[in-house]
């Protein structure tokens, strides 16, 4: 049982009947063979667009959010350089070509491995789904390892929703700042926190940063947005440790360049709304106050997962990833797919081109099953790692392939020329050309709008959702 909040009425417990409406089982048609892909992120989004053309196919993607969202450029929206269109367009409009394929907006609460059929809800309407096939891409959420409760204190950035919020957060703080009289309170109205110097918390310091030193020249009269402190602490040694030491270490600099300051071996004790209690490896504990803190420091799988090993008897990691066998099959479940960011396939990292390969890989598979292959003897998946990259500020990135480093602007060419190729979308690559132009030559973004519902809709719906 679940808690259910409905748009248009009062809260409801949410219970699987199985009285359900079946949206897809139209007895008229049973000559096709129905996959069933839940979420349209990287994942499921190549999954389905993988069986076009085929006519023998009939693909349902029930997602919760009705966009393909392009999670790595979620800082940029949350630092008002890019506009929520231009990293999330609409699923449905991505493939109404796609004569095959339907989708469906609503959220997976329960998939019954035995009978082949999944239950959603969207708003107060809920209803099944069949499937011959499944493929599971419901990605991953943020992790406080056992803290949730520093969620609302210090949102992560895993959604259109978070990025909005912690743009109006950050805004907020410099609005406020503008009218305290009260020192104390202006300098941690003026304290950014970023938790965690993986990718996603170098990109957003390096950002934040920007934004009080450049973008908000001259616009304020009380303050001077570049008094800002902006901090990014993990409790490991180096920044961007998947990186190594050498590219690491450069990221470094450059963030120190940019004003943004860098506490490592630093770890989180203790989020509360006036600030951070931080334990350095001496086993000193000390307090940073700040009203602006921001989470990128961990990741749990969807719990889809878990919810799928419990009846297919799979391992599950730390993290919540399900160990899937080498073609991302359950065990003893030849169906049913688990893909990108849920799952731990040899380690592999949780990056979009694993749920972008692996959504491919299974759909061939699939297709090339329906076509005679045989299902005894599948080629194992194999990943293609294309390296990784990360920007620090304007100019500025670093790029890993294999044993090839870089860092400084080549990089930074480098990271621009892959983001706007894999941006879905002809006009949102040009919007964010032109975007990307006014940020680097005149300090200005077009995207600073921020609302208090904004920045405050998450408390609003949590204490809802406790009532
Ligand atoms: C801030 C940030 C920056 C990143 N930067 C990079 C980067 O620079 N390079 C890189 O390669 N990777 C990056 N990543 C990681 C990359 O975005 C993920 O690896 C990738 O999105 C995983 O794809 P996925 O399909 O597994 O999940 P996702 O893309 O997260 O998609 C999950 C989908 O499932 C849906 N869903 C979830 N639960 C349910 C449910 N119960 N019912 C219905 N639908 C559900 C969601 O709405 C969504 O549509 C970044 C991630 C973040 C958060």
């Known amino acids: 049982m679940v808690e259910q909040t409905n748009i248009d009425g009062p809260i ?41 053309g085929r006519d023998d196919v009939e693909v349902t993607i029930v997602a919760r959010t009705g966009h393909h969202l392009f999670q790595p450029l979620l800082y940029q929206v949350a630092t008002g350089i890019l506009s929520v269109g231009e990293i999330a367009p609409s699923t449905r409009m991505i493939l109404r070509d796609q004569d095959n394929a339907r989708v469906v907006l609503g959220d997976v609460e329960n998939i019954d491995v035995e009978n082949q059929t999944l239950y959603a809800e969207m708003g107060h309407v809920s209803f099944a789904v069949e499937y011959d096939s499944l493929v599971v891409a419901a990605g991953a959420g943020q992790s406080y390892f056992g ?33 305290t009289e009260d020192e104390d309170e202006r300098r941690r109205l003026l304290t950014f926190i970023i938790v965690g110097a993986g990718p996603t918390g170098v990109e957003m310091a390096g950002q934040v940063a920007e934004l009080a030193h450049k973008t908000l020249t001259d616009s304020f009269r009380a303050i001077n947005p570049a008094d800002a402190r902006v901090v990014l602490l993990d409790a490991a040694p180096l920044v961007l440790p998947p990186f190594g030491e050498n590219l690491g270490g450069k990221a470094r600099q450059a963030l120190e360049k940019f004003g943004v300051e860098v506490q490592l071996n630093a770890m989180v004790q ?36 878990k919810h799928l090993a419990e009846q297919t008897g799979a391992e599950v990691d730390r993290a919540g990833r399900v160990m899937v066998n080498e073609d991302f099959s359950l065990p003893g479940q ?23 390969q692996g959504g491919r890989y299974v759909a061939k598979l699939i297709s090339n099953e329906l076509d005679g292959a045989s299902t005894t003897q599948r080629k194992p998946f194999k990943y293609f790692d ?37 941006l879905v979308g002809f006009r949102n690559r040009f919007m964010a050309i032109v975007s990307w132009g006014m ?9 600073l709008t921020s609302t208090k519902q904004w920045a405050y809709g998450r408390q609003a719906m949590m204490r809802l959702e406790e009532k």
């Not at 359900?20 to 007895?27: C, G, L, Q, R, T």
């Not at 940020?439 to 995207?447: H, K």
């Open 386 to 422: 294309k390296g990784s990259m990360a920007t620090v500020s304007r100019y500025s990135a670093v790029v890993k392939v294999g044993k090839f480093e870089i860092s400084g602007f080549v990089a930074w060419v480098m990271w621009l020329a892959v983001h706007l190729a894999t």
């Open 439 to 447: 940020q680097v030559n005149g300090n200005r973004r077009a995207q």
């Open 334 to 356: 030849k169906n049913i797919f688990l893909i990108g960011d849920m799952v731990n396939l040899n380690n592999w990292p949780g990056v979009a081109p694993f749920a972008q």
């Open 270 to 305: 203790n989020v509360d709304y006036d600030g951070i209690e931080v334990k350095d490896s001496s086993g000193e504990v000390r307090r940073i106050s700040a009203s602006c803190k921001i989470w990128s420091a961990g990741v749990a799988a969807s719990p889809l997962g």
């Open 12 to 52: 409801e417990p949410y219970t699987i009947t199985g009285n359900e409406p079946v949206i897809n089982d139209d007895p008229s048609d049973t000559s096709k063979h129905r996959v069933v892909i839940v979420g349209s992120g990287f994942g499921g989004l190549a999954a389905a667009q993988q069986f076009k």
């Open 147 to 179: 803290n949730d409760h520093f969620e609302v204190y210090a949102p992560g950035m895993k959604t259109i929703d978070d990025a909005l919020e912690l743009r109006s957060r950050i805004l907020g703080c410099f609005e406020q700042a503008e009218i």
